[in-house]
């Protein structure tokens, strides 16, 4: 028989279409350590059992085979800067990511669609990985698509529907959070945007926006549209919703911001720069508007609700 290669070998496993977890728990220090897998497969539902591969080459590969306890977190689709990190950045990638803590402490990257904790229940030696299955003790999940990755590459679901069907748009809800009179900001390599999070459909959209500001470590009572357009160029529909904060995590990597100082900062895109600049003018005079249109032009409707 012809030997086999381990690089095609490598290629025909990647053939097969998964998901994209992260993989975190602590070293016997107490330093958290985390991975991006997407070795990940359920077990069993009773007793509750997943399993994760850690492989020898990972630098905290012992940490992984000698844990008590680990957590998975299932990546939503927009989150390939956190695959990313933990997949190849060398310095602190919890620094670099916005994450929480479980019961047990182990640190998870907020905004993941579904996140497990688990007990390790055996840790199994398997050529150069360890089979690490872990009991599950808790979970958590919320609305969203996954991250998918085949063939060494990452891909979307809804962005695969949408490029197969030209009549489909993207639908992007967000929040413009107010907290004791500042706007509640997410700061992005790209610059500010308000937190928000992609749906399916145009149902439920409150409900989705709720799970994404949770995670982010804020509970907030909704009040009117403040936006709504669409974005030809990306196939984007938008809705903004004004809100207020009830609480607000210690831990939260929202930026609270004076709206006066809103226009001087740097969006994610055109129109978030508009939509935010427009807000601050409004709180000069007291009066808000909703906007209804696209990113050129539209209509605005005074709204009942002030400053």
């Known amino acids: ?138 979970f958590e999940q919320t609305a969203g698509a996954g991250l998918g990755y085949a063939e060494g590459q990452f891909f979307s679901l809804t962005r695969e529907r949408n490029a197969r069907d030209p009549s489909a748009k993207m639908n992007v809800v967000g929040a413009l959070v107010r907290h004791q009179g500042n706007v509640l900001l997410e700061k992005t390599a790209d610059g500010y945007r308000l937190p928000e999070c992609t749906v399916p459909e145009r149902t439920a959209l409150r409900k989705s926006l709720t799970a994404t500001l949770r995670q982010q470590g804020v509970t907030a009572s909704f009040g009117p549209v403040y936006s709504v357009f669409d974005d030809p160029g990306e196939d984007t529909h938008f809705a903004y919703l004004l809100a207020e904060a009830t609480s607000v995590a210690a831990d939260t990597k929202l930026t609270s911001v004076a709206p006066k100082d809103l226009p001087g900062l740097k969006f994610t895109s055109p129109p978030l720069a508009s939509l935010l600049s427009r807000y601050a003018q409004e709180c000069r005079t007291g009066n808000l508007n909703c906007y209804l249109g696209d990113t050129v032009s539209g209509e605005i409707h005074a709204l009942t609700e002030g400053i």
């Open 1 to 138: 028989m012809k030997p086999i290669d381990p690089r095609e070998l490598r290629t025909a496993f990647g053939r097969f279409m998964t998901g994209v977890t992260v993989v975190t728990a602590r070293d016997k220090s107490g330093k958290p350590v985390g991975f991006t897998a997407n070795s990940f497969t359920s077990v069993s539902l009773d007793p509750p059992l997943l399993l994760v591969c850690p492989g020898k080459f990972l630098s905290s590969y012992e940490a992984f085979a000698t844990c008590d306890r680990f957590c998975v977190s299932v990546l939503e689709e927009s989150q390939t800067d956190v695959a990313n990190t933990f997949a190849g950045f060398k310095g602190d990638r919890f620094a670099k990511t916005d994450h929480l803590l479980d019961a047990h402490g182990i640190p998870a990257p907020r905004g993941a669609i579904a996140r497990f904790s688990c007990q390790t229940h055996n840790a199994i030696p398997a050529g150069d990985h360890v089979i690490l299955i872990g009991e599950v003790t808790a």
